[in-house]
């Protein structure tokens, strides 16, 4: 069963811009890994950046979770963050149509 992942970022004041660009090498990074099918930053209303993931198992996300790929992201955003992130895993519970009641 696929796993679904919000990272919330939150970036010092006024390095919004700034941090979104400093996660690209980490980003495509990740891309790269096995089970990775979705990993997009958003801008969120309320200041911070928002990572949406979506893993192919808890496996691969946890595999994920000790990667270099992440180490880069972490490194690379350290100096642009004011608190660490809030991840948040979920599962989906599908309802509606295939295309639009899931991730």
Do not use: N
């Amino acid at each position: 069963m696929t796993v679904i992942v919000t990272a919330v970022f939150y970036p010092k004041p006024g390095k919004k811009q700034e941090l979104a660009e400093a996660m690209r090498r980490g980003i495509e990074a990740v891309h790269t890994e096995d089970g990775c099918e979705l990993y997009a930053i958003h801008d969120a209303e309320d200041g911070t950046i928002t990572m949406i993931e979506k893993w192919s198992s808890e496996e691969a996300l946890d595999t994920h979770g000790d990667s270099d790929q992440v180490k880069i992201l972490r490194a690379d955003v350290a100096d642009l963050v004011e608190k660490p992130g809030l991840v948040t895993r979920m599962t989906p519970i599908p309802l509606g149509t295939d295309a639009q009641g899931s991730l």
